[in-house]
C-alpha cells in the first residue's frame, strides 16, 4: 500500500514522517520542491511519475493573514489544486483523504459545528479552502474531507511555540478570550488519518466530509494560559477582546467542531485538548 503526504515539510506532514518509520505502508512525501501547488503541470507530472493508493493533501497555504494580500496564490494553492488532484484520483482511482478547516464557517454558532452546517468563510483563506472543498465534491464520489482546528505540534511554527518563545520573552501577554475553539495535537490528527486508510482498506468505507480536533474547548487566552501553567513560566497572560487586538484576516469567533460521526463511524477515542498538549510540550523539551 503506498501513501503520498503533499505538505510533507509542515507541521501534519512532519507527524507523518514520524508514522511513516514504524507504517507497514510505503509513504511517498512531496513538498513544493517536488511538486509546486500553484502550478498544474508540476503537480500532474509528480502525480503520473509516482503512483500511489491514497493521496493525503495535507499542503496549503496556511498563512491566514498573508492570504487577505496574496489571493491568487491562496486560490491556487487551497482553491485549484485539490480539485486538479482529484480529477486524478478520479481517472487512477486513488483515494483521496483532503485536510480542511474550520475556517469554512464564520464562527456565529452557539453549539458545536455539525458537517452539515452552510459554511461561510470570513477571510480568503476559508474562501479558498471551500473552494478546495467544493472543487473535490464535483470531481470525485469517494473523496474524505477532514474539518479541523487550531492545528499545532512541536513541528514549525504554531502557537504553542510561539507562546513558548514569547513567555520566556516577556513578563505579561495579551490573548484573546473571546474567539472558542478546540485545539488539534497534529500527532492525534495524522494517526486518526492513518486509521481511516486501515478502515477504508479493511471494508469500513464511508466517504464523506468529517470534522476532527481534540476533545474539550477553550478560548485562545486559555489556551495561552495552561501553556504558561503546564511550563511554569512565569509570564502573566491578560485576557483582551478580539476587537482590542486587530488582525488583516477575520477569525471564527466560534470554531467548536462536532466529532459525533467520525467517532461513531470509525470507532475513535479522542484525547482531551489539555492532556495531548502536554504530550506536545514534553517532546518540545525533549528535543
Known amino acids: ?80 489544486a485539490p480539485g486538479i488532484i482529484a480529477e486524478f484520483c478520479r481517472k487512477n482511482s486513488t483515494r483521496l483523504i483532503h ?56 513541528f514549525g511554527k ?31 490528527l495524522a494517526s486518526m488519518i492513518l486509521n481511516i486508510v486501515k478502515e477504508v482498506n479493511s471494508g469500513n468505507d464511508q466517504p464523506g466530509i468529517y470534522n476532527f480536533s481534540n476533545e474539550g474547548v477553550c478560548s485562545w487566552y486559555d489556551f495561552a494560559s495552561e501553556i504558561m501553567k503546564l511550563l511554569e513560566l512565569g509570564c502573566k497572560v491578560i485576557p483582551v477582546n478580539s476587537d482590542q487586538f486587530p488582525t488583516v484576516a477575520a477569525r471564527p469567533n466560534f470554531s467548536v467542531l462536532d466529532k459525533s460521526k467520525i467517532k461513531k463511524q470509525f470507532n475513535i477515542k479522542i484525547e482531551h485538548w489539555s492532556d495531548r498538549l502536554l504530550t506536545c510540550l514534553e517532546k518540545i523539551k525533549n528535543n
Not at 503512483?51 to 493573514?65: E, K
Not at 520573552?169 to 485545539?183: F, H, N, R, Y
Open 99 to 154: 485536510i480542511s478547516t474550520d475556517y469554512v464557517f464564520d464562527g456565529e454558532f452557539s453549539t458545536p459545528i455539525k458537517e452539515e452546517a452552510t459554511p461561510n468563510p470570513k477571510s480568503v483563506y476559508g474562501v479558498t479552502k471551500l473552494l478546495g472543498e467544493k472543487a473535490i465534491t464535483q470531481s470525485l464520489d469517494n473523496y474524505y474531507i477532514i474539518r479541523t482546528s487550531w492545528v499545532y505540534s512541536n
Open 1 to 80: 500500500m503506498r501513501v503520498l503526504v503533499t505538505g510533507a515539510n509542515g507541521q501534519l506532514g512532519s507527524e507523518f514522517k514520524q508514522l511513516a518509520e514504524e507504517s507497514a505502508y510505503k509513504f511517498v512525501f512531496c513538498d513544493i520542491e517536488e511538486m509546486d501547488l500553484s502550478n498544474k503541470d508540476s503537480i500532474i507530472d509528480f502525480l503520473n511519475k509516482n503512483p500511489v493508493d491514497f493521496i493525503i493533501s495535507a499542503g496549503a497555504y496556511t498563512n491566514v493573514d498573508g492570504a487577505e494580500n496574496d489571493v491568487e496564490l491562496a486560490k491556487l494553492v487551497n482553491g485549484v
Open 158 to 188: 504554531n502557537f504553542v511555540r510561539t507562546m513558548l518563545r514569547l513567555g520566556a520573552e516577556k513578563e505579561q501577554l495579551a490573548v484573546v478570550c473571546d474567539q472558542i475553539g478546540t485545539p488539534t495535537y497534529a500527532g492525534d
